[in-house]
């Protein structure tokens, strides 16, 4: 049994969440108020490596390193507890989705790098055979997992829990994720969606018992009505199902099992000198940032590359975020994020439309991790995003859309000679090029 519950800490203004006490969804101070403050829960306190033998889970074999096991310990569950909550939670899982949770394929791609101008070392982490075709699952499934330990464990607060519905603010790679993970739990689901969505994508969400909200973007609009609506939800006491940092601290954590699994086999080769990540809402960018960060601390990576983050022209506000912090603090900018994050100022568009987020709502976290280790922020042009795609497609056996090869276009952009790189293919192209 764990000696004390798990904590979360506001990267912004510092509060301290008790998740024993009170859901680490968005920081207790954030609010209507607008105090500047960029309000994200990350997890606080101490971390234990992992002992996992060759178990392919990864809600398993670095469970240790999740806060929602790590309460479920502290409420007195067994450690079989939480192997059966996962257990049990991917049985129905694989009868919604067709897959479940394992660790993904990362290989050198060398006939890719010959492709490639610079023709770096180059390796490729495939996520679109993962549940719902990408990485967001991992985000969703590791809120899932806390909701169930509440459950399993008949702590108070789960009580009135299945009163509330989920909410998520999405209709591509995030919503089929969200909607599988909903469904497996057998726990109602709302996604705000906009008004161009995909129809196949549309089609699938009802499929799965998804209530949909269709939200309009009206002329001179700031801002995503999608979020605006979600947030609404939020307030009025859905469950945020999100798989952004500010309105679930949790979301994050999930996906650190992905930066985990590269780093361990990273740590049987050679560490590339950068990772290339495609950066829409942030929340990937963050979760390997972080996620790398811990994996260095405990051993399991020698070294960290460095992060590059990925932006369409379409719409880049990290892309202007880092220019303006030039000679700026971070821990000025996190108190200030007027002056460095807000929406986009024409309507997004690209083919890579999964990462067309207005804001870059994760943007600290990834920022952060871009200057601790010497990386860059870099804009890929729409050309480069289509041919990108194409390359993937023609020089490797993974399908991925032109959000999934997003990275790769900036690692072309760079242009890095000589470097050694890796990057994430992440969203099959099954409902769109």
Same mark, same amino acid.
């Given at each position: 049994?764990?000696?004390?519950?798990?904590?979360?800490?506001?990267?912004?203004?510092?509060?301290?969440?008790?998740?024993?006490?009170?859901?680490?969804?968005?920081?207790?101070?954030?609010?209507?108020?607008?105090?500047?403050?960029?309000?994200?829960?990350?997890?606080?306190?101490?971390?234990?490596?992992?002992?996992?033998?060759?178990?392919?889970?990864?809600?398993?074999?670095?469970?240790?390193?999740?806060?929602?096991?790590?309460?479920?310990?502290?409420?007195?569950?067994?450690?079989?507890?939480?192997?059966?909550?996962?257990?049990?939670?991917?049985?129905?899982?694989?009868?919604?989705?067709?897959?479940?949770?394992?660790?993904?394929?990362?290989?050198? /791609?060398?006939?890719?790098?010959?492709?490639?101008?610079?023709?770096?070392?180059?390796?490729?982490?495939?996520?679109?055979?993962?549940?719902?075709?990408?990485?967001?699952?991992?985000?969703?499934?590791?809120?899932?997992?806390?909701?169930?330990?509440?459950?399993?464990?008949?702590?108070?607060?789960?009580?009135?829990?299945?009163?509330?519905?989920?909410?998520?603010?999405?209709?591509?790679?995030?919503?089929?994720?969200?909607?599988?993970?909903?469904?497996?739990?057998?726990?109602?689901?709302?996604?705000?969606?906009?008004?161009?969505?995909?129809?196949?994508?549309?089609?699938?969400?009802?499929?799965?018992?998804?209530?949909?909200?269709?939200?309009?973007?009206?002329?001179? =609009?700031?801002?995503?009505?999608?979020?605006?609506?979600?947030?609404?939800?939020?307030?009025?006491?859905?469950?945020?199902?999100?798989? /952004?940092?500010?309105?679930?601290?949790?979301?994050?954590?999930?996906?650190?099992?992905?930066?985990?699994?590269?780093?361990?086999?990273?740590?049987?080769?050679?560490?590339?000198?950068?990772?290339?990540? /495609?950066?829409?809402?942030?929340?990937?960018?963050?979760?390997?940032?972080?996620?790398?960060?811990?994996?260095?601390?405990?051993?399991?990576?020698?070294?960290?590359?460095?992060?590059?983050?990925? /932006?369409?022209?379409?719409?880049?506000?990290?892309?202007?975020?880092?220019?303006?912090?030039?000679?700026?603090?971070?821990?000025?900018?996190?108190?200030?994020?007027?002056?460095?994050?807000?929406?986009?100022?024409?309507?997004?568009?690209?083919?890579?439309?999964?990462?067309?987020?207005?804001?870059?709502?994760?943007?600290?976290?990834?920022?952060?991790?871009?200057?601790?280790?010497?990386?860059?922020?870099?804009?890929?042009? =729409?050309?480069?995003?289509?041919?990108?795609?194409?390359?993937?497609?023609?020089?490797?056996?993974?399908?991925?859309?032109?959000?999934?090869?997003?990275?790769?276009?900036?690692?072309?952009?760079?242009?890095?000679?000589?470097?050694?790189?890796?990057?994430?293919?992440?969203?099959?192209?099954?409902?769109?090029?």
């Amino acid at each position: 049994m764990s000696k004390s519950a798990p904590h979360f800490t506001c990267h912004g203004c510092g509060a301290s969440v008790d998740i024993a006490r009170a859901f680490p969804f968005s920081c207790p101070n954030a609010g209507p108020a607008n105090d500047d403050i960029d309000h994200v829960l990350v997890p606080a306190g101490s971390i234990d490596g992992i002992d996992a033998g060759n178990e392919p889970d990864p809600f398993i074999r670095y469970r240790t390193l999740l806060s929602s096991y790590r309460l479920g310990r502290w409420l007195g569950l067994p450690d079989d507890a939480w192997t059966d909550v996962v257990g049990s939670l991917e049985e129905r899982l694989l009868a919604a989705d067709g897959r479940v949770f394992r660790r993904t394929p990362m290989s050198r /791609q060398p006939d890719l790098a010959a492709a490639l101008a610079s023709k770096p070392q180059l390796w490729v982490k495939d996520e679109t055979g993962n549940v719902a075709g990408s990485h967001k699952g991992r985000h969703l499934f590791g809120v899932m997992l806390y909701l169930r330990v509440l459950e399993v464990a008949a702590h108070p607060s789960a009580e009135m829990l299945r009163k509330r519905r989920l909410a998520i603010a999405s209709c591509g790679n995030a919503a089929l994720a969200a909607a599988a993970v909903a469904c497996a739990a057998e726990w109602p689901l709302d996604a705000f969606i906009p008004a161009d969505a995909n129809p196949s994508i549309a089609r699938k969400l009802k499929q799965l018992g998804v209530t949909l909200h269709v939200c309009e973007r009206l002329p001179g =609009e700031m801002g995503d009505p999608c979020m605006r609506a979600f947030r609404r939800a939020a307030h009025d006491g859905a469950i945020p199902f999100s798989v /952004q940092g500010p309105d679930n601290g949790l979301a994050i954590e999930g996906a650190h099992t992905l930066a985990l699994e590269m780093s361990e086999g990273f740590a049987a080769a050679n560490v590339p000198d950068a990772i290339y990540i /495609q950066v829409g809402g942030g929340a990937l960018a963050s979760a390997i940032a972080q996620g790398f960060a811990i994996a260095k601390r405990i051993g399991l990576l020698p070294k960290m590359p460095k992060l590059m983050l990925v /932006q369409t022209a379409g719409c880049a506000p990290v892309a202007r975020a880092w220019k303006r912090l030039a000679g700026t603090s971070l821990g000025d900018a996190v108190r200030h994020r007027s002056r460095f994050m807000w929406p986009w100022g024409q309507t997004p568009s690209s083919a890579a439309s999964g990462i067309l987020d207005d804001e870059t709502y994760d943007w600290w976290e990834a920022v952060k991790g871009v200057r601790e280790t010497g990386g860059e922020v870099i804009v890929a042009d =729409e050309a480069t995003i289509v041919r990108a795609r194409n390359l993937g497609k023609t020089h490797t056996t993974i399908r991925a859309s032109a959000t999934g090869t997003a990275g790769l276009a900036g690692l072309m952009t760079a242009g890095a000679a000589g470097e050694s790189a890796a990057v994430i293919f992440s969203g099959s192209d099954q409902y769109g090029p």
